[in-house]
């Protein structure tokens, strides 16, 4: 089959979970199948549904129609949201993907979904099309959660004083306090875990990491009995345009530009992990007191019950950082974080965040709020040796001194190093004969055997 002059090796249909940190990984990798000769779909909900002018025009859009609300996100269930997701959609999608094979002069090859809308799974099996799990976060989460039914039955699940900081037997590196757990009953979570645990008839499971930063990649092939392809960092191999459902505010970096290098802390917690107003007390007062340059980014409703944030900044603030602060709604982050002035990020550790530090050699400060950030926390902390976590509650004290201690203090040296050499490592598994670079050619190989 060949279009304009171009090779076509059939079309794939892509479902992403409708978040931020789901939908950007998911498009990176449409754009570079879209590169090795596939036609591509993306099949989102009506709900966040992102603005196909702002995407390359290879990708064609397909809505699925729903009547999903963001209730359960400002609430901060996650997980209701997540379950809700998967009910109301499976038989939109399911009626979706009919028409599009109905319609299109093209096969569908493969059905690529986000672990998180296994709701695909089922239905690409039940229209007997192949298909693919796609895992936006590392297999080291996946490794843990797949231990969840055995800590359940052992009552290790339930969150014990005595125990948070005991290590979690068969999880190397991994206390108690790092289970990726959310604020919902546990029940929900468990349902959750088997579903995005059961990869149904799907012939591989991809993965946006590097062997070189998850360790568990062979047992997880035993235990699931399918190929497991780490083909990240996504971002590095796609080169393209970040997606955002958040407008940028790009006049930070003209303020970056202006800052010497390596002196400018970043500070953001990602686009759902919300604060309290004492909370954001802490971290002005701490960033003021540290007399380190910042970028900080204080989206809308990212305190709980105020979208306005200048209300809520502690008087005088502003005025003692006015030098040397910049505070924005929304940043490009992977711009900022490739910025020659920023040295340290301040971030919540979710695994996208995670990936545009390591990749750009930026250590971190890290701040885990819920599910598997708390496990990217303490890799980074503990295993990769490339930041520092804030353990305790928050205070103006401890965060001026991790600011110290990673952006200037000598024992800040090595961490700073150890994320240099880290990028290094990253860099050779893209490279040609390097293991994200073979499991792409197998993936592509994989498909186009459908």
């Known amino acids: 089959m060949e279009k304009q002059g171009r090779q076509v090796r059939g079309r794939l249909v892509l479902v992403p979970c409708p978040l931020q940190g789901h939908l950007s990984p998911m498009l990176e990798l449409g754009s570079i199948l879209h590169s090795k000769g596939f036609l591509i779909t993306v099949a989102h909900t009506k709900f966040n549904f992102p603005k196909p002018s702002s995407h390359p025009d290879f990708i064609s859009f397909l809505t699925i129609p729903d009547h999903l609300s963001d209730h359960y996100l400002i609430s901060g269930d996650t997980i209701s949201f997540l379950l809700s997701i998967n009910a109301e959609c499976k038989p939109l999608l399911q009626d979706s993907l009919i028409k599009l094979v109905q319609e299109t002069e093209d096969k569908i090859v493969c059905v690529i979904y986000d672990t998180l809308m296994y709701c695909a799974g089922d239905i690409a099996s039940h229209m007997k099309l192949p298909s693919m799990v796609f895992r936006t976060n590392s297999l080291t989460t996946l490794f843990t959660y797949s231990k969840f039914p055995q800590l359940h039955q052992q009552g290790y699940i339930t969150v014990r004083e005595d125990l948070v900081q005991d290590a979690i037997p068969g999880l190397q590196h991994l206390r108690f306090r790092d289970l990726p757990m959310f604020d919902c009953p546990i029940e929900a979570l468990m349902e959750l875990a088997r579903n995005s645990l059961n990869v149904r008839t799907s012939s591989a499971v991809i993965s946006n990491?590097?062997?070189?930063?998850?360790?568990?990649?062979?047992?997880?092939?035993?235990?699931?009995?399918?190929?497991?392809?780490?083909?990240?960092?996504?971002?590095?191999?796609?080169?393209?345009?970040?997606?955002?459902?958040?407008?940028?505010?790009?006049?930070?970096?003209?303020?970056?530009?202006?800052?010497?290098?390596?002196?400018?802390?970043?500070?953001?917690?990602?686009s759902l992990a919300m604060i309290n107003a004492k909370e954001l007390e802490e971290m002005a007062w701490g960033l003021a007191s540290s007399n380190q340059p910042f970028l900080w980014v204080l989206r809308p409703g990212s305190v709980r019950g105020s979208e306005c944030i200048d209300e809520l900044l502690p008087q005088g603030f502003r005025e003692c950082t006015s030098e040397r602060g910049c505070i924005v709604k929304w940043a490009p982050q992977r711009q900022v974080l490739a910025h020659p002035a920023v040295g340290g990020f301040w971030s919540h550790c979710g695994?996208?965040?995670?990936?545009?530090?390591?990749?750009?050699?930026?250590?971190?400060?890290?701040?885990?709020?819920?599910?598997?950030?708390?496990?990217?926390?303490?890799?980074?902390?503990?295993?990769?040796?490339?930041?520092?976590?804030?353990?305790?509650?928050?205070?103006?004290a401890e965060i001026a001194r991790a600011v110290k201690r990673l952006m200037v203090d000598s024992e800040g040296k090595g961490t700073r190093q150890n994320a240099i050499e880290l990028k290094k490592k990253i860099e050779l598994c893209t490279m040609e004969g390097g293991s994200s670079y073979n499991s792409l050619n197998k993936l592509v190989e994989l498909i186009s055997c459908n």
């Open 209 to 270: 990491t590097m062997e070189c930063l998850d360790e568990p990649v062979s047992e997880l092939q035993q235990q699931f009995d399918v190929p497991f392809l780490t083909i990240g960092p996504l971002l590095k191999i796609a080169q393209m345009p970040q997606c955002s459902l958040l407008e940028q505010d790009s006049t930070c970096i003209s303020w970056l530009d202006k800052q010497s290098q390596g002196s400018v802390i970043y500070v953001s917690l990602g």
């Open 351 to 396: 695994w996208n965040s995670t990936l545009e530090s390591l990749s750009e050699g930026v250590p971190l400060i890290c701040q885990p709020c819920f599910g598997d950030q708390k496990i990217n926390a303490r890799y980074i902390t503990h295993v990769w040796k490339v930041g520092l976590e804030l353990e305790n509650d928050l205070n103006r």
